[in-house]
């Protein structure tokens, strides 16, 4: 195993275990009601660096599904996301639309 590998398989297992204490702390916060206490920022960093991810991998990979699990964000989470990311690209419903139906 080369020194590039081994720093790259440290770096992986450090990212599995700061998501997997991400979730845990999250959860916690939205159990408690914590969630107004969330700074802006911190919930852009996350939201940034899951888009980076997933970026990445498609870049590498090809577009694959987003790996979002069935029970993971219930329909007011999901709406609430895509509305606010969709604001914040100035991207309306119906421009949407027009990208989500167009021919791969």
Known sequence: MTAETTAADLELAELDTVVTRLGELTRH????????AVTDEQIADVLYAAARLFSAKTDRVGKIAWPIREDALNATETVVLVTALLDAADVNLFDMAIWY???E
């Open 101 to 103: 139906r167009r021919a």
């Open 29 to 36: 916060v939205a159990d408690q009601e914590l969630g107004a």
